[in-house]
């Protein structure tokens, strides 16, 4: 069995937080330090880490370094919030680190300032709480999504699946959302294919996913972004499950540019989609998915390709926006670490 694939690990001796260098995968497998929280500010909105619940953990351990650096802690907070906008469990880590804040924050030194040494260990406490937590509740939602779709199609029966983007260990505290289902029905050998979207423009489908199942021994195949109502034809997928960035209240759910266009593909060929995500992606102060703020992210994702021009960009305008939002009614079930979501 391999090792337990974890992208970010704390290191206390140094007090500073270690991470894959997502950028850098598949050709480069690199841990890289992250030592304060204009550094981890720049990791999320790099994507040197990426995937909602992991920039979530990020920001935690971002604020407990802006307390150990008695740092403004309102404006590290601004800051973080602003490194990308889509994911929701950004902002609900941070909301949760603004709770401790208010609960140990209050008590003032002789000169006014709070006590930055107790706010220190305190958000350090919340940031582990919140990795760990996040581990279990893949492996939960996991289960839940695995015992569903074994339900639903029998229990002797090995899948074709579909995935979009990254929703494994690397984009989570480990395990993951979407491939976390998808890792369970492997433990239990129920695992024929899986078809990996390239999912451009960054590819995160090629570089991580199909790195990512390769690297715990998961039968993997890749297919470009275009290629999926073609394999849905032929027989070659029996469900597709993706994670997500923001689900609202009536369960419209955020994700990867491109996986709406998977949905409706799916449904004109009477493919069950799933949706696999932690309760920190349901937002229900947004009644509807059209009030997702929708990343825009820069041309040259769209231009360039290994630093070569790969299409002119000269007199060409590029629209590159990171998420897309698929409707409810396109999605057969969300699985959480409580159950499905009922909207
Ligand atoms: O831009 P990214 O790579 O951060 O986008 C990631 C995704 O869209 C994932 O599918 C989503 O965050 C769910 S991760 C469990």
């Known amino acids: 069995m391999t090792k337990e694939l974890r992208p970010l690990k704390w290191n206390n001796a140094n007090s500073l937080a270690e991470v894959i260098d997502q950028r850098l995968l598949p050709h480069e497998f690199k841990w890289i330090e992250i030592k304060n929280t204009q550094e981890m500010a720049f990791a999320i909105k790099d994507m040197i880490i ?5 920039i979530g953990i990020g920001a935690a351990y971002g604020m407990a370094m802006a307390a150990r ?24 880590a941070l909301d949760e680190c603004k709770k401790v804040i208010h609960q140990w924050g209050l008590d003032r030194n002789s000169c006014g300032k709070p006590d930055f040494k107790v706010l220190h260990q305190k958000l350090l406490e919340k940031a582990n709480w919140i990795l760990e937590d996040d581990v279990e509740r893949c492996k939960e939602m996991s289960r839940v999504g695995a015992e569903y779709i074994k339900k639903k199609f029998g229990n002797n029966k090995k899948f074709k699946i579909l995935t979009h983007c990254n929703a494994g260990a690397l984009a989570t505290g480990g395990y993951g959302t979407a491939l976390g289902v998808i890792r369970k029905l492997h433990e239990e050998n129920l695992v024929e294919m899986v078809y990996s979207d390239e999912t451009r423009p960054r590819q995160q489908g090629s570089k991580l996913t199909a790195w990512e199942l390769a690297h715990d021994g998961i039968p993997v195949t890749m297919i470009s972004d275009n290629m999926a109502a073609h394999c849905m034809k032929k027989d070659m997928i029996d469900f ?3 994670g997500s960035d923001r689900i609202t209240a009536n369960g419209d759910a955020a994700n990867k540019i491109g996986t709406y266009q998977v949905a409706i593909v799916c449904k004109h060929h009477n493919v069950p989609f799933y949706v696999a995500a932690p309760h920190s992606t349901i937002d229900l102060n947004l009644a509807t998915g059209n009030l997702i703020p929708i990343e825009e992210r820069d041309p040259s994702e769209l231009h360039t390709i290994n630093d070569k021009l790969v ?7 590029f629209f590159n926006p990171g ?8 999605i057969e079930a969300i699985f959480t670490e409580k159950g499905l979501f009922k909207n």
């Open 311 to 317: 299409t002119a960009s000269e007199g060409v305008k």
């Open 69 to 92: 650096d008695e740092l403004d802690l309102d404006e590290t907070d601004t800051l973080l919030r602003s490194t990308r906008p889509t994911a929701v469990n950004l902002m609900w």
């Open 50 to 54: 990426r995937g909602a619940p992991l």
């Open 323 to 330: 998420f897309d939002v698929t409707p409810n009614e396109l």
């Open 240 to 242: 597709a499950v993706v």
